[in-house]
């Protein structure tokens, strides 16, 4: 069986690094490839640019992905991954700290799966982290590729 992925598209280097101590401290111990624009996490998912060698089959388990990213945002990512038949069925869980309404509504119009505000308090982080590991890498059953 391959290791799950987590495909993390961030670009707060303070917040990568909070997400990757709370998947560590809750246990979490899967593979993290963060992204840290929308154009990487593009290119790392269809294998473009620098990624074009990379193994395209070898899939995210689970994305979090922030709206509020540079080169490409979050949300034409999301596009992106819903509108391509190898990935329209990928989880992706929106983990942003946008309180427009806005956004929550059109990330749940473009298929995320589930949209989470960033707490600011490390701890509470870490309880949502370790919640979100838990249910996406064991009790999520993910539809065949």
């Not at 997400?19 to 979490?28: D, R």
């Not at 427009?100 to 509470?124: C, H, M, R, T």
């Given at each position: ?27 979490i ?5 963060v ?57 992706v ?5 946008s ?6 509504i ?24 370790r919640?979100l ?12 590729r």
């Amino acid at each position: 069986m391959k290791e799950k992925i987590i495909l993390l598209v961030e670009d707060s280097p303070d917040d990568a690094e909070l997400t990757e101590m709370a998947l560590k401290q809750q246990g979490i111990a899967n593979e993290l490839v963060v992204a840290r624009d929308g154009q990487e996490a593009i290119d790392w998912l269809f294998g473009e640019g620098r990624y074009a060698e990379r193994d395209t089959d070898e899939a995210p388990t689970v994305i979090l992905l922030d709206l509020r990213l540079p080169r490409i945002d979050g949300i034409d990512v999301l596009q992106r991954i819903r509108g391509d038949e190898r990935t329209k069925r990928l989880p992706v869980v929106v983990l942003t700290s946008s309180k427009e309404e806005k956004d929550l509504i059109q990330s749940y119009e473009l298929g995320a799966n589930s949209y989470i505000q960033k707490p600011v308090d490390f701890e509470q982080f870490s309880r949502a982290v370790r919640d979100l590991g838990l249910y996406w890498l064991l009790l999520n059953e993910p539809p065949p590729r």
